[in-house]
């Protein structure tokens, strides 16, 4: 199996601790009869950590999909290498490291760190742009 399917399984587990991280918090906050109700009602606004949490997440989201047409389409498009696999780990890593450092609000380093994980992705993405 490529090791671009592999981080992809991690990256849903990633997903999943994504998820689990932000709704445990918005639970603990609200409570769990807001978690398990409909969740009409209007709330007090998150405490900043839950708020930071579910930012984490969306943007999590927001490149999680194009890093699965890189991996995916370098598995498909028969294009992995090193390099691919390379830059999977590296959006991957940085991906890790990302949701920490926004929980703790770290400002610059969490910027540098989303920076990595672009470049990551351009990386492996590459061998589908070249002819």
Known sequence: MPVEITILAWSMIL??????????????????????????????????????LIRAEANFKETLPIAIVALIGVVVADKTSEWTAMGGW???GAR?????????????????IFLASLIGILIALWPLLTF
């Not at 689990?20 to 978690?35: E, I, L, R, S």
């Not at 890790?96 to 540098?112: E, F, K």
């Open 96 to 112: 890790v490291v990302y949701l920490p450092l926004y929980a703790a609000g770290v400002p610059v380093v969490r910027t540098i």
């Open 90 to 92: 590296i959006w991957l």
């Open 15 to 52: 997903l999943l601790v994504h998820i689990f991280a932000a709704a445990h918090v918005k639970t603990k906050q609200y409570g769990p009869k807001w978690n398990m109700g409909a969740r009409d009602e209007k709330l007090p606004p998150l405490h900043p950590l839950a708020g930071r």
